[in-house]
């Protein structure tokens, strides 16, 4: 089971993005979904998440900033980023989530986010 999130790209420090997560429905209905994102020569982080209930989670750095939403009718999620700045560079993942501490059951393929000052 795989997710795909698709959207990264360049943009310049102060611009957004919306990384789109197309999931199959077995690793949407019964999960909620994260967000992950690991820059080079760095861990990989938990940015937000939300449960199929809609409550969300998110990291300290990006509150404010990034928004995260899912479709139940079509079986999406997407993660709004605004106001970039050149530390959220990074590869970015979704998952299907087990809980809002970011316990991840399937994992999708990243994307690249780059962020130029």
């Known amino acids: 089971v795989q997710l795909q999130a698709s959207g990264g790209g360049l943009v310049q420090a102060g611009g957004s993005l919306r990384l789109p997560c197309a999931a199959p429905?077995?690793?949407?209905?019964?999960?909620?979904t994260g967000w992950f994102r690991q820059a080079p020569g760095k861990e990989r982080e938990y940015v937000a998440g939300?449960?199929?209930?809609?409550?969300?989670y998110y990291k300290d750095s990006v509150q404010g900033r990034f928004t995260i939403s899912r479709d139940s009718d079509k079986n999406t999620a997407s993660l709004q980023m605004n106001n970039l700045k050149p530390e959220d560079t990074a590869v970015y993942f979704c998952?299907?989530?087990?809980?809002?501490?970011?316990?991840?059951?399937?994992w999708g393929q990243g994307t690249q986010v780059t962020v130029s000052s």
């Open positions: 998952a299907a989530i087990l809980d809002l501490r970011g316990n991840a059951r399937y």
């Open positions: 939300m449960t199929w209930r809609g409550v969300t």
């Open positions: 429905e077995r690793a949407f209905r019964s999960y909620g």
